[in-house]
């Protein structure tokens, strides 16, 4: 494997993303597309565990912080730790929204929404592709 590590990023070719990631995770985490809605494996999962990066293995999200929205999407109220994921304003397909990335390797996650459940009244809408589900 040559991962380039730097300041903590994992950095890979475009050809090795390839090779490592199904097509899904591929399109998701490198290219930013979006899972049909309600089609995700971990959509309807109620497994206790911790979900990471389908791209990098880093800490994303816990289980604990999981709920049902009802958007079609996996739903978190809080990542696990603040600084495994980045937020950048996305303008494309005509909206303003959010967009969510794993802080390590820059894959696409999905996107953060204002109207989750307390306590901190977030939504993080992610791709079942972007995450793999260790249980615990």
């Not at 709920?67 to 696990?80: E, L, M, R």
Request: include cysteine; charged fraction near 25%.
């Amino acid at each position: 494997m040559s991962d380039t590590k730097t300041s903590g990023k994992v950095v890979k070719s475009e050809a090795e993303w390839r090779r490592e990631l199904t097509p899904m995770q591929y399109a998701v985490l490198r290219e930013k597309a979006t899972e049909r809605p309600f089609s995700g494996e971990y959509e309807h999962e109620h497994r206790k565990g911790t979900y990471t990066c389908a791209g990098c293995g880093q800490t994303l999200f816990e289980s604990d912080a999981k709920f049902d929205s009802g958007c079609g999407w996996p739903s978190f109220t809080a990542p696990s730790v603040d600084s495994h994921v980045d937020e950048e304003r996305d303008v494309s397909h005509g909206m303003i929204r959010t967009e969510v990335l794993c802080s390590k390797c820059d894959g696409h996650l999905g996107h953060v929404f204002p109207d989750g459940p307390g306590p901190t009244g977030l939504r993080y809408c992610i791709n079942s592709a972007a995450l793999k589900l260790q249980p615990k």
